[in-house]
């Protein structure tokens, strides 16, 4: 919770552009359920003769079209429903990745903020290597996270809950059946998320060992070659990047 209320005041600036994301990711959703409904719709009682299931007033509003205007009408249905989904997307796209992007500037800001006030004594014994890492690939990971995962999780919760409904309508038995493997599906994710949040910490403090190594090569390059100590150093970087796979 610590960390998201962080997040949360990073954001500042942004949230309103990440609350339309997640909206966009939201009707995008409900057009693509949407579009299986209306050929289910467009089979089963324009094509064939079962009575539609649709509200009173859009009965009363189609009835006085023919068949191939009611044709048209679902085709041109589709047409605009494909396009509102695409629309949504392109917005959902825009809008989480300038606020993703938006937010990490604010973290490298306060970051560069923070280190410029730090005392000497602890860049004397920080490795500038870890320094690095924390502000390039940590950062990108965040930043990575905001604009494409975090926006998958609420087109998850959004697919779920518009969904269900629709399945349960059409069949409660048979969605009941499809639900029994969610909980499944959750034990196997949390289990996975533990064992990858382990894996993941530890191949981040192996980048961060590895980056202060290359900092260090970069920086006296003149001393190691002075003294020969090329092979020493390029078999010591081979350790060090060979220590990230887990």
């Known amino acids: 919770m610590k960390n998201v209320k962080l997040l949360w005041r990073f954001m500042k600036g942004n949230r309103l552009t990440y609350l339309g994301a997640i909206l966009s990711t939201g009707l995008a959703t409900l057009f693509t359920i949407l579009n299986p409904q209306i050929l289910r719709v467009t089979i089963d009682s324009v094509i064939g003769d079962k009575p ?13 079209f023919s068949f191939t205007q009611k044709l048209v009408g679902a085709g041109l249905t589709l047409l605009i429903i494909t396009v509102l989904r695409g629309f949504f997307l392109y917005l959902k796209g825009k809008w989480s990745a300038v606020a993703a992007e938006n937010t990490a500037r604010n973290i490298r800001n306060s970051i560069y903020d923070h280190l410029q006030h730090l005392p000497y004594g602890y860049h004397v014994r920080a490795e500038t290597g870890d320094l690095i890492q924390r502000c390039t690939s940590d950062l990108e990971t965040l930043r990575r996270f905001m604009a494409v ?15 269900l409904p629709a399945m349960i309508a ?3 038995t048979m969605t009941l059946i499809a639900m029994l493997i969610v909980p499944v599906i959750f034990v196997f994710s949390v289990v996975f ?11 981040d403090e192996a980048e ?23 092979s020493f150093e390029i078999e010591k970087f081979d350790k060090k990047i060979r220590s990230i796979v887990i």
Do not use: H
């Open 52 to 64: 539609a299931e649709l509200p009173l007033w859009v009965m009363r509003f189609i009835d006085g």
């Open 149 to 163: 995962q975090l926006v998958e999780i609420g087109r998850a919760l959004f697919i779920l809950g518009l969904a």
């Open 170 to 172: 059409l069949d409660t």
């Open 193 to 203: 998320f533990v064992k990858v949040k382990s894996a993941f910490k530890k191949a």
């Open 208 to 230: 961060g060992r590895m980056s202060t190594v290359l900092q260090e090569n970069l920086t006296g390059v003149r001393v190691v070659r002075a003294f020969g100590r090329e």
